[in-house]
């Protein structure tokens, strides 16, 4: 499968995006998604991450009830909604897939890594 990510773009402290993961190749219904980011100078961490039939969602303390992570097998796309933006939240984020479909993993074990969107925000 190859992965796709858009969404990103420069936003004021407070608003919204709205990223997208879509996938070609295969259909991403049996595949479990991830999204993670890395900061200037920093390691990419962790942000969400949804299992194949999105039945299980997970989030990093620092974004959670902030972003959503969502899965749309008809569009084929994962999406994660970003609202309350803060200077913080600048960085690439990248979306990952698992091929079995599971829940939380290590990063290590994801398959499949999609080129970075860049995601800025101003104070």
């Known amino acids: 499968v190859q992965l796709q990510a858009s969404g990103g773009g420069l936003v004021q402290a407070g608003g919204s995006l709205r990223l997208s993961c879509a996938a070609s190749r295969r259909t991403l219904s049996r595949y479990a998604v991830g999204w993670f980011r890395q900061a200037p100078g920093k390691e990419r961490e962790f942000v969400a991450h949804i299992n194949w039939n999105g039945g299980s969602t997970y989030y990093a303390d620092s974004v959670k009830g902030r972003f959503t992570i969502s899965k749309d097998n008809a569009e084929n796309t994962v999406y994660l909604q970003m609202n309350s933006l803060k200077p913080k939240d600048t960085a690439v984020y990248y979306c990952?897939?698992?091929?079995?479909?599971?829940?939380?993993?290590?990063?290590?074990?994801?398959?499949?890594w999609g080129q970075g969107t860049l995601v800025t925000v101003s104070s």
């Open positions: 990952a897939a698992d091929q079995w479909g599971r829940s939380l993993i290590p990063e290590s074990e994801y398959d499949y």
